[in-house]
């Protein structure tokens, strides 16, 4: 018996990155998995496939998590062809970083809308499913920079302190039906998003982190897989912070 045999697990943008080893980590623990991208092309393909070879039930989605309908949509036919949703997973995310008087208002919009509004869609839709069933565990993918802030990236940090927010109130709306959210604050984790920084700005990345390396997504994992499960039944409106420290 895995920590999550019998659940199952709704992972937005999860084709590759944080979201891809969160899903295999909640399979190897018997989690059934549906998860979203953009696009279910060969990458996703893989990717739900290397989830199934894993003994669960596996799905991707097509379906952009900043569209509401759509959102509605996609979780209508994850609940038909799953039966149930136990865990809810915000983790679909983008940059366009630049600093602030430089900022156009259309690189405002696309980072709210798809970090944070994609949240509120998710948890719009599933809510609903989770209160029927007296349970569910919700996750919502912040950062570090959500608590802290970033030059650069003042888009990014309102839509992940946003998410902080987010998810406190839905814990506090929701807690009544045994229904828990969290955030997850992830520092520097070694994946396509971070790989589109310079060689010389990661390093100085790393010089700031006590534990002197980047993350990985397993890393990241981990604790999602602690929130989801019932080792944190106890645990609701947290923010955990993973990032080898740097947020001291
Ligand atoms: P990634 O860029 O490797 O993966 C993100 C995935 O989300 C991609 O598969 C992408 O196609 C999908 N996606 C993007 N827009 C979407 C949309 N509108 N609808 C559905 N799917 C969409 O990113 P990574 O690094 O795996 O990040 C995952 C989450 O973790 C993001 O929310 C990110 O902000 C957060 N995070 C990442 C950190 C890092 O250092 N990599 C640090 C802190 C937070």
Known sequence: MGLLSGKTALITGAARGIG???ALKMASEGANIAFTDLKIDELAQATEAEIAALGVKAKGYASNAANFEETHTVVEQ??????????????????KDTLMLRMTEAQWDAVLTVNLKSAFNFIHAC????????????????SVVGVSGNA?????SASKAGMIGLAKSTAKELGSR?????????????????AQLSEEVRKQWAEQIPLRRGGTPEDVANVALFLASDLSSY???????????MNM
């Open 127 to 142: 809510a609903p499913i989770m209160m029927r069933q007296r349970g569910g565990s919700i996750i919502n993918m912040s």
């Open 20 to 22: 891809k080893a969160i």
């Open 178 to 194: 045994g229904i828990r959210a969290n955030c997850i604050a992830p520092g520097f984790i070694l994946t396509d998003m971070t």
């Open 78 to 95: 994850i609940h038909k062809d799953f039966g149930s949703i136990d865990i809810l997973v915000n983790n679909a995310g983008i940059t």
């Open 235 to 245: 645990v609701s409106g947290q923010v955990i912070h993973c990032c080898g420290g």
């Open 152 to 156: 650069g990236q003042c888009n990014y």
